[in-house]
């Protein structure tokens, strides 16, 4: 079997046959890279403006080719996924520019919070094997004030913490924690 990309539906759609929830299905149509997408992901050219048939299939009951969706595709972007083809053709008819910016913003938004968490994660690797390197497990309290400037995000977990692993542990738990997450959402992004 060749490759295939998946395209996610925002609600499950119930299997006619057995009524078990169906997620996704895969689909050739686009280009077959393995790639995961929802309502508002681009999957083609810029040019592309068409409506895409494609069989559910339930993994609970195995049924293949007793129901349909439509992918509606406009200027490349998955724009829809109908259950019916006239449904399918009045989106492409109807499709608004507002809708196009608006998903716009959302992608920029998502873009600058992974660049930012992407960032800050760096920089937590950097700390840790500068503060190795530099020997300042191994300094007094006064020795270290002295680097302090160095480290000032993430000192004080390092200094806490007994060796690079467990610092590692640290930072992942303090990731964990819902206030950091809301912190790393919230940061404005930096020009
Ligand atoms: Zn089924």
Not at 53 to 58: A, G, N
Not at 68 to 90: F, M, Q
Not at 101 to 121: M, S
Request: hydrophobic share 40%; proline share 3%.
């Amino acid at each position: 079997m060749g490759m295939f990309d998946t395209i996610h539906f925002e609600k499950p759609i119930p299997c006619a046959a057995c009524q078990a929830q169906i997620g996704s299905i895969q689909t050739k149509a686009f280009d077959c890279a393995l790639d995961d997408f929802r309502i508002g992901d681009c999957v083609g050219h810029a040019e592309e403006l068409r409506i895409v048939r494609e069989s559910l299939f339930c993994d609970a009951c195995h049924v293949l080719d007793r129901q349909w969706i439509y992918l509606v595709v406009y200027r490349g972007i998955l724009a829809d996924i109908a259950s019916d083809l006239a449904t399918a053709e009045a989106q492409l008819r109807s499709f608004s520019f507002e809708r196009l910016l608006l998903w716009y913003h959302d992608l920029y938004a998502q873009r600058e919070r992974e660049r930012r968490n992407r960032c800050e994660v760096e920089g937590f690797l950097h700390d840790v094997a500068s503060w190795y390197e530099e020997g300042c497990d191994q300094m007094s309290h006064a020795e270290r004030e002295k680097h302090w400037l160095l480290f000032l995000r993430h000192g004080s977990l390092l200094e806490s913490a007994t060796s690079p692993v467990a610092a590692i542990r640290a930072y992942l738990d303090e990731r964990k924690s819902p206030e950091k997450a809301d912190q790393l959402d919230g940061t404005p992004p930096s020009s």
